[in-house]
């Protein structure tokens, strides 16, 4: 660490998480407001580095960056390499268009008959796999499932009514529905289902940074900045009550 600063890495993937603003420097996002947040709590200058997705263990390992807040799930398998403070929610959306009679989407039996798109071997598909598997046994009708290789195909087919839902990462769905206005939610899915799955801030194993660092969120989910900076983002629905180190994460494949 570099005395007086936390290096606070994250991935400009997309909006709300992390993305560039218009200046095609600057790094806007709830994941960065969170990090810059977090470095005051601790006194500490917040400086924010885009790293790749596949390049964050290597960049906190070697030390280029002290933290990464970077929508990085607790898995039992990274706790044996890394320290965590969890910060958000991992959800997946359920969303619909603005003029579905969809309505609500929460238990399994909801899905019946649909037609939902996923992509392909992702989480969402092993668990709504699950979910059919649920409601057939129970004698209702599964959903199917589709799958395009393209986001804008698989909105002109949900504007379209060829399909009824799509399910994706929760913040990327929220993101859209506010860009195109015409798409609502209709439920949350973890990711993690059937357990919870809670996304935190990723730092070198035994740095002895995981603590303070949920200290210091837990202060900022006391004082009401953790929650207005989530708002902001349109990911409120993402928001903990609470920071942990290392809880139990999702089990190893």
């Known amino acids: 660490m570099t005395a007086g600063k936390l290096t606070i890495g994250t991935n400009p993937g ?10 095609t420097t600057t790094i806007v996002g709830a994941d960065p407001d969170i990090g810059a947040l977090i470095a005051q ?3 500490l200058e917040p400086v924010i580095v885009p790293v790749a997705w ?12 002290d933290v ?30 603005r003029d ?14 649909l037609t939902i798109v996923v992509g392909i071997g992702t989480n969402q598909e092993r668990i709504l796999g699950r979910w059919n598997e649920i409601i057939t046994a129970a004698g209702h009708e599964p959903a199917e499932l589709v799958y395009y290789d393209d ?26 529905a506010k860009r195109d206005g015409d798409f609502r939610k209709v439920g949350t899915l973890s990711a993690g289902w059937p357990e ?13 940074l995981a603590a303070p660092v ?21 990911v409120g629905d993402e928001a903990l009550a609470t920071s942990e180190v290392n809880p139990p994460g999702l089990p190893e494949n």
């Open 68 to 97: 990464v807040l970077s929508n990085v799930g607790v898995t039992e398998e990274r706790k044996k390499k890394f320290d965590f403070a969890t910060y958000r929610q991992g959800l997946h959306g359920f969303f619909v268009h």
């Open 151 to 176: 986001e804008g195909a698989k909105l002109l087919a949900l504007r379209a009514g060829r399909v009824d839902v799509m399910v994706q990462p929760h913040a990327q769905l929220v993101a859209i």
């Open 41 to 43: 709590a601790l006194g």
């Open 100 to 113: 579905s009679p969809v309505q609500k989407i929460a238990v399994p039996e909801d899905i019946a008959g």
């Open 196 to 208: 919870r799955s809670d996304v935190a801030a990723t730092l070198r194993k035994d740095s002895g």
């Open 54 to 65: 596949a390049d964050w263990p290597l960049a906190l390992q070697s030390g280029k960056i």
């Open 14 to 23: 997309g909006p709300p998480l992390s993305t560039y603003a218009s200046d």
């Open 214 to 234: 949920a200290i210091a969120l837990n202060g900022l989910i006391a004082d009401g900045s953790y929650g207005r900076t989530l708002s902001r983002w349109l």
